[in-house]
């Protein structure tokens, strides 16, 4: 997803999104 692993996607991003963002972005994980 985005070109990047989902563990790498999280640990940048997890600081600045919020926790409803990353459960959304979890919900679209197949």
């Known amino acids: ?3 990047m692993p989902y563990g ?3 640990s940048r991003y ?3 999104a ?3 963002q990353l459960a959304a ?3 679209q994980r197949p």
């Open 18 to 20: 919020s926790p409803e």
């Open 25 to 27: 972005f979890d919900k």
């Open 8 to 10: 790498e996607w999280k």
């Open 1 to 3: 997803v985005y070109g």
């Open 14 to 16: 997890q600081a600045e």
